[in-house]
């Protein structure tokens, strides 16, 4: 049992590594581009609600191991369509989200051109995970 409940713990860790921030990539700027655009419907403290996903449980949906390309996608507009529940469907931000673009790296040596705005958006969601509980 415990070793279960530390394994998303360790995945969840060696995500948060990854990231470099600048001022405006960051999980400070992506809190308030949270607040603009995302708390009407995630809430205000991203646990959702009826419909709508907890997004401090990303992780723990993915089996423990954070998804940070799906969510860079599902921001960027990339996944359009590809809902995770069922019926309602998320509005596409990658055109409101515009602006300055950085490199931000991905697990693998990978590495993605983005809007600054996404990528802090995605480093607000990243630090805000929590175990399923
Ligand atoms: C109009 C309501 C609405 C707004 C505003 C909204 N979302 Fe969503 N979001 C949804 C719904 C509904 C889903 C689930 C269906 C889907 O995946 O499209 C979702 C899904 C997501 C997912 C995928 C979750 C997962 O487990 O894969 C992420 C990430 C997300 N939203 C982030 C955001 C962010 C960040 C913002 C603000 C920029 C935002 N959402 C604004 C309704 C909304």
Redesign the pocket.
């Known amino acids: 049992m415990e070793q279960r409940r530390f394994a998303p713990t360790l995945a969840l860790l060696a995500a948060l590594s990854v990231t470099a921030c600048s001022p405006w990539t960051g999980p400070q700027a992506g809190r308030s ?2 607040a603009q ?2 708390v ?3 809430g205000t403290d991203a646990r959702g609600g009826a ?3 907890d ?1 401090t449980l ?1 992780a723990a ?1 993915a089996g423990g191991v954070y998804p940070q390309a ?2 860079l996608d ?2 960027d507009g990339y996944a359009r369509g590809q ?3 069922d019926g ?4 596409n ?1 990658g055109d409101l989200l515009t602006g300055r673009l950085d490199r931000v790296d991905l697990p693998g040596g990978r590495s993605r051109l983005l809007p600054e705005k996404i990528i802090a ?1 995605e480093a607000y ?1 990243r630090n805000i995970q929590r175990p399923a509980p």
Do not use: D, G
Not at 88 to 91: D, R
């Open positions: 581009l949270y655009n995302c009407a419907c995630h419909q709508m996903p997004l990303i949906r799906r969510v599902k921001l809902t995770v529940y309602v469907e998320m509005p931000f958006l969601l």
